[in-house]
């Protein structure tokens, strides 16, 4: 009895750390690039994030 209520909060964690480590990857490849990695090209399924739109979306937000 006591496995089966372990099952959600060990699914939690699993999710979150699976969410945590896509959100790191996908802010670390939008970052500079640390040396030696300059010259590295950006992997396909990274999607790029510009600074301008978020500088914008965050104005339209406070502006509501």
Avoid: H
């Avoid at 372990?6 to 699914?11: E, K, Q």
């Avoid at 970052?31 to 994030?49: A, L, M, N, Q, T």
């Amino acid at each position: 009895m006591v496995e089966s209520n372990l099952i959600v909060p060990i699914s939690v964690l699993g999710v979150g750390f699976v969410a945590a480590v896509s959100i790191g990857s996908i802010a670390w490849y939008n970052s500079k690039r640390p040396p030696g990695w300059e010259s590295k090209e950006r992997p396909d399924f990274v999607p790029k994030v510009d600074k301008d739109d978020l500088i914008a979306d965050a104005s339209e937000t406070k502006g509501k």
